[in-house]
């Protein structure tokens, strides 16, 4: 089973921006695509935007032109940059595979709170 480790979350005054990191130690992380979800309190989780093994991604409307997702193959990371957040975007933040129909266990997630 794949472990993720995501960080990076935090306050931010909305129009603010935050970069999550997602690390996926020890598994064949550049073979799938990855995703980032969000789960804000009492919704569902919710994939955010995803990128395949070669670089394509694809978002959320109620992110686009706003969030960023990327990979570093060789370091077993993707991220998320996040800019002109909003407080509807508050929500524990996790990263897992994406596009294969399952998931791995999900990891602890990284909060971000966007507050004045």
């Known amino acids: 089973q794949v472990q993720f480790v995501e960080s990076g979350g935090g306050l931010v005054q909305p129009g603010g921006s935050l970069r999550l990191s997602c690390a996926a130690p020890g598994s064949s992380f550049g073979l799938y695509a990855m995703g980032w979800y969000r789960q804000a309190p009492g919704k569902q989780r919710d994939l955010v935007g995803d990128?395949?093994?070669?670089?394509?991604?694809t978002y959320a409307d109620s992110v686009k032109g706003r969030f960023t997702v990327s990979r570093d193959n060789p370091k077993n990371t993707v991220y998320l940059q996040m800019t002109s957040l909003k407080p509807e975007d508050t929500a524990v933040y996790y990263c897992?595979?994406?596009?294969?129909?399952?998931?791995?266990?999900w990891g602890q997630g990284t909060q971000v709170t966007v507050s004045s």
């Open positions: 897992n595979v994406a596009r294969l129909g399952y998931f791995h266990p």
């Open positions: 990128i395949t093994s070669s670089g394509t991604t």
